[in-house]
């Protein structure tokens, strides 16, 4: 593979990683960045909803002249098949991957790249994905709509089972409950030949996003739970096929314990930190030393800034564990509030594993859940300035860009984009929460 080859690959790797896109990430092993790992974070509103999927990608020696070769991972061990595009085995056919006959002008050219594989993934994973297969146009039968149905009904449960559910009982080493089956694995087409220890670049993201939508997550079930009991079978579709289908049954009241557990699990794994965070002081680690500058070089510029609405404070004087006060603007929503807002910082895998932040002080606003987790993203992820000032920023920005993958707190981000009169009682609410904090201020 040439020099320019590289250079062209490593770039395109960079801007996805350095994106605004919440849905997309990418890593690769600095040893060679011809093999990635890519992460789709399922879109809102479909039911691959906030599911983690991922995919291998191969660039060949002739990139960007042909295509890479693109191999789903997420397919239940090879039992399951999620997309009528997206086979068991973990082929993805697309015409841009020249897996799938498509129009003129829509294969290949050099002029496109991974982000624009990524995008057209994505795109499969539409509210209706039954419309992906071929003759779908002339489906309009009764017996055709209630395949279409059924298929995105199962699809949403087992996005939920598979894709986040079994992900997160493996990455916290809680038992699950998968049959202990031996079966195709897509990626010892990539990986058969290397010998390297297992490589999970998503770990940390997948549990911070678990951590965002676990609200979410849970109203799904509920809705679900509503059509299908449990042990209710999925129903075969006409397209799938022996070793390539999605076969299983509904079990709802199961998912709901699950979840229950890797949230109560996340939780305690982010309040070890603050113990194993001392050890580290006591050891005088590097990381602790780094924190504990960054600190105080923080604390010492917000005194020269009287405009800043914040103070922090270590707390036990431990540099993993920081409380941030956030004091509301004059003249706006936040007037008057007081609210304490945690974070805890991993001792052994910073910066690699971020931050996690609670709210202490209850709030009502669409980036904060219910239990307090803050939805926001760092500009510079090894400063920790950066995630005071996204913090302080995703709650005091009054006039955010819709982005339904932000919005963590479904009761208050339907009424914060919903109608005018929506909108009013949003206003209400976050101020309720706001007066309740500075009455019961610390």
């Given at each position: 593979m040439s020099n320019q080859s590289i250079l062209r690959i490593t770039r395109e790797l960079h801007e996805i990683q350095n994106g605004s896109d919440l849905s997309l990430a990418v890593a690769w092993r600095d040893v060679d960045?011809?093999?990635v790992r890519a992460l789709i974070v399922g879109p809102p509103d479909t039911p691959y909803e906030f599911g983690f999927f991922e995919f291998t990608v191969k660039f060949g020696r002739e990139y960007p002249t042909k295509a890479p070769t693109v191999?789903?991972?997420t397919t239940n061990a090879g039992r399951t098949r999620f997309n009528p595009n997206i086979y068991a085995a973990g082929k993805v056919c697309l015409s841009i991957l020249g897996t799938w006959r498509g129009e003129r002008g829509e294969e290949w050219s050099s002029a496109q790249g991974l982000e624009s594989i990524l995008i057209s993934i994505q795109s499969l994973m539409s509210c209706n994905p039954y419309?992906?297969?071929?003759?779908?146009?002339?489906?309009?039968?009764?017996?055709?709509?209630?395949?279409?149905?059924?298929?995105?009904?199962?699809?949403?449960?087992?996005?939920?089972?598979?894709?986040?559910?079994?992900?997160?009982?493996?990455?916290?080493?809680?038992?699950?409950?998968?049959?202990?089956?031996?079966?195709?694995?897509?990626?010892?087409?990539?990986q058969s030949s290397r010998e390297d220890a297992p490589f999970e670049p998503f770990k940390d993201l997948c549990k911070r996003r678990f951590l965002w939508y676990y609200r979410s997550y849970?109203?799904?079930?509920?809705?679900?739970?509503?059509?299908?009991?449990?042990?209710?079978?999925?129903?075969?579709?006409?397209f799938e096929g022996p070793g390539n289908t999605m076969e299983?049954?509904?079990?709802?009241?199961?998912?709901?314990?699950?979840?229950?557990?890797?949230?109560?699990?996340?939780?305690?794994?982010?309040?070890?930190?603050?113990?194993?965070?001392?050890?580290?002081?006591?050891?005088?680690?590097?990381?602790?030393?780094?924190?504990?500058?960054?600190f105080e070089q923080i604390v010492e510029r917000y005194?020269?800034?009287?405009?800043?609405?914040?103070?922090?404070?270590?707390?036990?004087?431990?540099?993993?564990?920081?409380?941030?006060?956030?004091?509301?603007?004059p003249m706006t929503n936040l007037d008057g509030g007081m609210f304490r807002i945690m974070l805890y910082i991993n001792p052994t895998r910073w910066p690699d594993v971020l931050p996690r932040v609670r709210f202490e002080t209850p709030i009502f606003h669409h980036r904060v859940s219910v239990d307090g987790v803050l939805c926001y993203d760092a500009a510079n992820r090894q400063d920790m300035r950066s995630h005071v000032e996204a913090i302080v920023g995703a709650i005091e920005e009054e006039s955010p860009a819709y982005d339904p993958r932000t919005l963590v707190n479904p009761e208050a981000a339907k009424l914060f984009w919903g109608a005018p009169d929506e909108k009013k009682l949003y206003n209400r609410r976050l101020r309720r929460s706001v007066q309740d904090s500075a009455e019961n201020c610390f």
């Open positions: 960045v011809r093999h191999l789903a991972l419309e992906n297969e071929p003759g779908f146009e002339d489906a309009n039968s009764d017996y055709d709509k209630k395949n279409q149905e059924a298929y995105i009904d199962k699809i949403r449960h087992e996005t939920l089972r598979v894709s986040v559910i079994e992900r997160l009982e493996e990455y916290l080493n809680i038992r699950g409950e998968r049959p202990a089956v031996t079966v195709y694995n897509a990626e010892e087409e990539f849970l109203s799904t079930i509920d809705e679900a739970a509503k059509k299908h009991k449990d042990g209710d079978r999925f129903e075969k579709m006409p299983g049954c509904y079990q709802y009241t199961a998912l709901r314990e699950r979840l229950n557990k890797i949230f109560a699990a996340l939780n305690q794994e982010t309040e070890s930190w603050a113990s194993e965070g001392l050890l580290a002081v006591k050891r005088e680690t590097s990381v602790a030393s780094n924190l504990q500058r960054q005194k020269r800034d009287d405009s800043l609405t914040v103070d922090l404070n270590l707390v036990d004087k431990n540099p993993f564990v920081w409380q941030l006060t956030l004091f509301g603007r």
